[in-house]
């Protein structure tokens, strides 16, 4: 530190000392940054291919909500009955069988009397409005997604 050691050591423009052309500790912490921004992508991207394998569109979902659904349509694609994850058919729709994903979230399955055919994943501020009403909850269940492909 003291200067009669390091004759040569200067300030840099952000303030920090050191030695050479550029500072080193803010090279650093440029390369980290930039690391963690590719690490952040390369995980955005596999997150979002791990859609394309879906039963129904989960993109937009939160992450644990996304996983959550997958157990459940796992479970239901191996032959698990609806009710044995918590599903109850709607009283006003009765071909609509809603299971909960989490306290907030349901996964609304069609039940078109043998099988049942998951549909969306909605949470009670979606669904609360429609519940009321079958037309538009119908609508809404049987929309194709623009995202879907
Ligand atoms: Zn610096």
Redesign the pocket.
């Known amino acids: 530190m003291s200067r009669r050691r390091r004759k040569h050591k200067k300030r840099?423009a952000?303030?920090?000392r050191?030695f050479g052309q550029y500072?080193?500790?803010?090279?650093a912490?440029q390369a980290r940054n930039r690391a963690q921004l590719a690490r952040k992508e390369r995980q955005r991207v596999e997150w979002q291919a791990t859609f394309a394998d879906d039963a129904i569109d989960l993109r937009g979902l939160p992450r644990h909500i996304a996983l959550k659904t997958r157990q459940v349509l796992t479970e239901l694609s191996e032959g698990t009955h609806y009710w044995e994850v918590s599903g109850k058919r709607l009283h006003m729709i009765r071909e609509v069988v809603r299971i909960p994903i989490t306290r907030r979230y349901r996964l609304l399955c069609h039940h078109d009397g043998t099988t049942v055919k998951p549909l969306k994943v909605m949470s009670h501020e979606e669904y609360n409005p429609l519940f009321r009403n079958p037309k538009r909850l119908l609508a809404k269940l049987f929309s194709r997604d623009r995202s879907k492909r």
């Open positions: 840099f952000c303030g920090h050191g500072c080193h500790r803010c090279a912490r």
